[in-house]
T-cell receptor
């Protein structure tokens, strides 16, 4: 049981490049989330999904897109990376009844945009 | 405007003593609070939570206290152990409000042996 995994762990991009971060969970969770963590800012919700095929915007969605084609996967895309998107990205998942309960986090992806 | 504030970026405590981590919130609609613990190069892991209908929840060495009138919660760790050295995030949510869990900036705890 791997829990929540994220690919890649590290990535360096140049401004304007695109990339996709992959999140996978094997806990059969309905809900999945993408957060970014910046110094002094805590975790901020980018996008989330309440089920396969559905996504919604969080607190800081601009510059990101997401897709949830399969229940176990949640992809975060950056179409044209900007230095302001340098951050650590965390994916999380939770059960249907766990909206306010615990979320299970992946190990994070450290992204640097030059 | 940070709705959940952890005003102490770091805290250093001697092994065996009590660690007290504080968290303040501004939104009176929050009715469920959680603490997460994060080690370097790992994702946060859930530690303990409390509903707004309670003022205390205890789990082993960890106790969370909630003071609704002051919009303040605290996490007590007794006794502190070196393995408790980590970043602790306070989080708040509205049970009927969908998916908004707001996290504080975190407090880095150092437990000295």
């Amino acid at each position: 049981n791997a829990g929540v995994t994220q690919t890649p762990k590290f990535r360096v991009l140049k401004t304007g490049q695109s990339m996709t971060l992959l999140c996978a969970q094997d806990m059969n969770h309905e809900y999945m989330y993408w957060y970014r963590q910046d110094p002094g800012m805590g975790l901020r919700l980018i996008h989330y999904s309440v089920g396969e095929g559905t996504t919604a915007k969080g607190e800081v969605p601009d510059g990101y897109n997401v897709s949830r084609l399969k229940k176990q996967n949640f992809l975060l895309g950056l179409e044209s990376a900007a230095p302001s998107q340098t951050s650590v990205y965390f994916c999380a998942s939770s059960t249907r009844t766990g909206v306010y309960n615990e979320q299970f986090f992946g190990p994070g992806t450290r992204l640097t945009v030059l | 405007d940070q709705q959940v504030k952890q005003n102490s970026p770091s805290l250093s405590v001697q092994e065996g003593r009590i660690s007290i981590l504080n968290c303040d919130y501004t939104n009176s609609m929050f009715d469920y609070f959680l603490w997460y613990k994060k080690y370097p190069a790992e994702g946060p892991t859930f530690l303990i939570s409390i509903s707004s209908i309670k003022d205390k929840n205890e789990d082993g060495r960890f106790t969370v206290f909630l003071n609704k009138s002051a919009k303040h919660l605290s996490l007590h760790i007794v006794p502190s152990q070196p393995g408790d050295s980590a970043v602790y995030f306070c989080a708040a949510s509205v049970i009927t409000g969908g998916f908004k869990t707001i996290f504080g900036a975190g407090t880095r705890l150092f437990v000295k042996a």
